[in-house]
């Protein structure tokens, strides 16, 4: 089972700057099992990024997702106010199906 | 677009059962998503717990199976969560969620918090 870490714990910017988020696994895993998800204070988690990265439907291209190795990456391009949340990373695998980052919190500067 | 809503007890006694029930609108029970339940709270972040599936088949997460049970009414397009001998360590905020595939939760419900306090 590879566990995710994710980072930095917070991450503090502006609108219209970028930012970029880490997830990290102990082993190597491949890109179709990672997704990522937004989530705001009181709703439920929406699906952004699956397979690495694709964006899920309705997802603004904006938000892009990559691959290196055991790193992958979550990268806003231009922050928008509704997009200050807390964002986490998601692997699966076939013995304990869905394991999660601990989250990465998007706060504005 | 599927919609699902948690509810149950918001309140559990320590030793006690945890049930709660996710309605799901929008689509069929019977279509052929895995319906799981997620748990997140500050100690842990998020956890799944476990799946089921319209065939009857369920997975649970291994460290929580010899806790948790799921089941389906197709008839009232719901499925529930029991969890028995809760402590304090499973009071979070509970998620039903489904996928489609592709080794992801498509849709989430909001969640619902449940406190586990004598």
């Known amino acids: 089972e590879s566990v995710l870490t994710q980072s930095p714990g917070t991450l503090s910017l502006s609108p219209g700057e970028r930012a970029t988020l880490s997830c990290r696994a102990t082993?190597?895993?491949?890109?179709?099992?990672l997704a990522w998800y937004q989530q705001k204070r009181g709703q439920a988690p929406r699906l952004l990024i699956w397979?690495?990265?694709n964006r899920a439907t309705g997802i603004p291209d904006r938000f892009s997702g990559t691959e290196s190795g055991t790193d992958f990456t979550l990268t806003i391009s231009r922050l928008e106010p509704e997009d200050f949340a807390v964002y986490y990373c998601?692997?699966?695998?076939?013995?304990?199906?869905?394991?999660f980052g601990q989250g990465t919190k998007l706060e504005i500067k | 677009q599927v919609q699902l809503k948690e509810s149950g007890p918001g309140l559990v006694k320590p030793s006690g059962t945890l049930s709660l029930t996710c309605a799901v609108s929008?689509?069929?029970?019977?279509?052929?998503?895995?319906w799981s339940w997620v748990r997140r709270s500050p100690e842990k972040g998020l956890e799944w717990i476990g799946e089921?599936?319209?065939?009857?088949?369920?997975n649970y997460n291994p460290t929580l199976k010899s806790r948790v049970a799921m089941s389906m009414d197709k008839s009232k397009n719901q499925f529930s969560l029991q969890m028995t001998s809760v402590t304090a360590a499973d009071t979070a905020v509970y998620h039903c969620?489904?996928?489609?595939?592709?080794?992801?939760?498509?849709?989430w419900g909001q969640g619902a918090l449940v406190t586990v306090s004598a």
């Open positions: 969620a489904a996928s489609s595939g592709w080794f992801r939760l498509d849709y």
């Open positions: 929008g689509d069929s029970i019977s279509n052929g998503h895995w």
């Open positions: 089921i599936h319209h065939s009857g088949r369920t």
């Open positions: 082993q190597t895993v491949s890109s179709t099992f």
């Open positions: 397979g690495g990265s």
């Open positions: 998601q692997h699966y695998d076939t013995s304990a199906k869905y394991t």
